[in-house]
């Protein structure tokens, strides 16, 4: 472990010196030794910093002339080479002056008591404690107690003499997140500096190049950042500075100061300023309590600038600490020849320290070491579990099938109305107009929708033409009138018609005894009305007078398949019902968003793929029909079809909610068009390969759902900032509406609104978590 020395200066000044307090201690520790004395009057030191200062500026002035051609004048080289000589010279009068000072008798105590207490060879960080600007300004890194001979592990900072306690907060990541801030570049490369920050290892980083104040705050307000990067021009006004962030807009860090106290707080650990001239930026920095700041003592060349950057980030990712990094490229640069060039320039990097903090390493940056990455990802991997627990739990006691239901029934409505008309149907309807027809043509129709004699009718045109089915969705319990016999014989011995009763209590035709012409027209309702799904067979009761097996649905499409040479009906192994090469998959009491009780899952019933279309058969109504105004189409319309006919009158009341029932379609849609439907289905999936509506086992949809909790779980992991990671969930939200539906278009039911709310929830779970854990850590 290295060791920490602080030379805290009291109330002083150059004529009359400075009091010194040394404290020793290991890193993190109390001090363990603490030892007063002083520094005697130099105000030499001062004088020459200042021309040395000059020399130094009017060198890189006289270079920047030479450098461009327009200012060029003849005698500009003579001239650098004497300014060159004179910053050379000074540079080395006040490294003299310095080490004479420091080494002085009044000041000895202090010197003999660290070179007995510290080691050689360990890493020691030295932090000059001091609000005095010129103190700040001297290159303590020249005193021969950091000589790579006598201490070549240690390193100097400065610090303000007063500080808080930092508020630490720790967050999850795999990344040194660092926000870089490419300003106004006049006269500078600032290519250089982005294209090495580019290159670091295990980075995230966002570039603001020339931006505006609202975008720099932005990026403080809402994101986590380990390092604040700025590169442009700057300078300080006492003891004050001000950055450059484009060509028209200059800022104090008084301007940013909320912005950058949250990002702080955040964890914001390092800022590198570098710029020219910013002591006065790190003097306003350290009042907001940031960690650590690397700035710039004076004007920097370009060149120096870029290099530092380059050789103090490579060694500091490397693993070298913070502090050795910093003197590792001070050496590269001194060896690279810069000091003969540009004597002094390799002062010119500083870090300011703050007392209580102990600077951190570039992996201690990362916040999390491998193991506890793996640990962190088992907290969402644990809250995926339990929140995927919970909603399946909740499925199961149906408490999310009324919003799964409607979920399904909104994906329905938005497919794209591709399906045609089936041209196997004819649907004669009968409509309230027709109702006064037949009063007005004086038939007697007591309270059935269709008269004997419009029936009769109906059934006299339309048979001539050969249909392939005739379906009656009719009730008739009441036998035919004695005056009708055309309609009775009809009803008896045309093996086209089917009629149809209801097992729960409506009798079927009395002229109809054969259990092959009989179909129930029974369909299931869910909890709130609509239906879905169809039934196409349940085993007789004898408390019902309707004796039949089969649905009218069923029995219908079985006999028009009859005539294609499709094979009668059979059951495969797994007692899926089959017809031709395609199998009815029978529906469970958890298929899809269904969470079904036993009762309502009897019979064998499937699930009701509508058409997306804006009617699922051509319709005709019953005065077209027996006025003979549609007579001269009629033979086409009929002719090896199948014929519908029912009531459509509002009045009768056999209008249905379905899935479409909402948006663009008829709120209602009657039970002849129901029929119409769930016929077509069957029809369509048989002779056409339109897929019938399926669903996952239960498994898989846990699955499914346990692996979008997962998503949301990971998304709030990864993303810190509260924004982005709302919209990061609601992308998520948005791929798996969009999943669903792509599934839906190829007859898929999966989880959508579980998956969400466990993504969600997930998220929720994960976010409150790290909060937690985050207020405990500070």
Not at 138 to 152: I, N, V
Not at 450 to 465: F, N, R, Y
Not at 616 to 641: M, P, W
């Amino acid at each position: 472990m290295g060791k920490l020395v602080v030379l805290k200066f009291g109330e002083g000044d150059w004529e009359a010196g400075f009091p010194v307090t040394l404290r020793i201690g290991a890193e993190g520790d109390r001090p363990l030794v603490e030892l007063a004395g002083k520094l005697p009057p130099a105000p030499e030191i001062p004088e020459h910093y200042g021309e040395w200062r000059e020399a130094f500026l009017d060198l890189l002035e006289e270079q920047r002339g030479l450098e461009e051609p327009a200012t060029q004048v003849t005698n500009g080289s003579e001239n650098i080479e004497e300014y060159r000589d004179r910053a050379k010279k000074l540079t080395q009068k006040l490294k003299q002056l310095l080490n004479a000072w420091l080494n002085s008798e009044p000041f000895r105590p202090i010197k003999d008591q660290m070179l007995s207490t510290l080691e050689s060879n360990e890493p020691i960080r030295v932090i000059i404690q001091t609000d005095n600007l010129e103190l700040r300004r001297l290159p303590w890194h020249l005193w021969d107690f950091f000589d790579s001979k006598s201490h070549p592990k240690a390193e100097v900072a400065v610090s303000a003499p007063e500080y808080d306690q930092l508020q630490k907060r720790a967050t999850m990541k795999a990344k040194v997140r660092i926000l870089a801030i490419l300003g106004d570049n006049e006269g500078i490369d600032l290519d250089k500096d982005r294209e090495f920050l580019a290159r670091l290892p295990e980075t995230e980083i966002v570039f603001l190049v020339k931006p505006q104040r609202q975008d720099i705050n932005d990026q403080l307000w809402e994101q986590d950042w380990d390092i604040l990067f700025f590169a442009g021009h700057s300078r300080t006004k006492k003891k004050t500075g001000e950055i450059y962030i484009n060509k028209n807009e200059k800022l104090a860090i008084n301007d940013l100061k909320y912005g950058l106290g949250k990002a702080i707080q955040r964890g914001l650990k390092l800022a590198i300023f570098n710029s020219c001239d910013g002591l006065g930026l790190a003097n306003e920095l350290e009042e907001l309590q940031i960690g650590q700041i690397i700035v710039m003592r004076e004007r920097v060349p370009d060149k120096v600038a870029q290099e530092f950057l380059k050789y103090f980030l490579s060694a500091f990712a490397e693993g070298q600490s913070l502090y050795l990094s910093v003197r590792s490229a001070r050496e590269r640069l001194h060896d690279d020849g810069i000091e003969d060039k540009y004597p002094g320039a390799t002062w010119l990097p500083v870090i300011c320290q703050h007392p209580a903090e102990v600077p951190p390493t570039w992996k201690e940056l990362l916040k999390t070491s491998e193991i506890q990455r793996r640990l962190s990802f088992r907290t969402v991997l644990l809250a995926s579990l339990l929140v995927t627990g919970l909603l399946i739990g909740i499925r199961h006691f149906r408490i999310l099938q009324p919003i799964e239901l409607w979920a399904f029934d909104h994906l329905m409505r938005q497919r794209p109305y591709n399906d045609k008309l089936d041209p196997r149907l004819l649907i004669v309807t009968v409509t309230e107009e027709d109702l006064e027809y037949q009063k007005q043509m004086k038939m007697e129709r007591q309270s059935e929708s269709l008269s004997d004699q419009a029936l009769a009718g109906v059934l006299d045109k339309i048979t001539p033409h050969k249909p392939r089915v005739i379906g009656l969705d009719l009730y008739r319990e009441s036998p035919v009138k004695l005056k009708y016999p055309n309609l009775e014989k009809h009803l008896k011995k045309n093996e086209r018609l089917i009629g149809i009763c209801q097992v729960g209590g409506t009798s079927p035709p009395p002229e109809i005894q054969e259990e092959e012409r009989l179909g129930f027209s029974d369909i299931p309702e869910d909890p709130d009305g609509v239906i879905r799904r169809q039934l196409l067979g349940m085993s007789k009761t004898d408390k019902s007078s309707c004796q039949t097996q089969q649905s009218l649905s069923l029995l219908v499409a079985l006999r028009y398949l009859a005539e294609e040479k499709i094979s009668p009906i059979k059951f495969t192994p797994e007692k899926n019902l089959q017809i031709g090469n395609v199998i009815l998959k029978q529906l469970t009491t958890d298929a899809g968003g269904y969470q079904l009780i036993p009762k309502e899952a009897l019979g064998y019933q499937i699930l009701i793929n509508y058409r997306a279309a804006d009617s699922i058969a051509r319709q005709v109504t019953l005065k077209e029909i027996l006025n003979g105004s549609i007579d001269a189409e009629l033979s086409s319309l009929v002719k090896d079809r199948i014929v519908l006919i029912g009531t459509i009158a509002s009045s009768y009341k056999d209008l249905h909610l379905t899935p479409y029932s909402g948006g663009e379609w008829p709120m209602k849609m009657p039970g002849v068009v129901v029929q119409a439907h769930m016929i077509s289905q069957i029809l369509s999936a048989v002779l056409d390969r339109r897929p019938l509506l399926w669903w996952w086992s239960s498994e898989i949809e846990i699955f499914w759902i346990a692996s979008w909790s997962l998503v949301g779980g990971v998304l709030v992991w990864y993303w810190r900032s509260l924004l982005y990671r709302i919209l990061a969930i609601a992308a998520a939200l948005g791929i798996l509406y969009g999943v669903c539906f792509v599934l839906l278009l190829k007859a898929g039911w999966v989880p959508l609104v579980p998956s969400a709310l466990a993504l969600i929830f997930t998220g929720i779970t994960v976010t409150a978590y790290t909060a937690f854990i985050n207020r405990k850590k500070q």
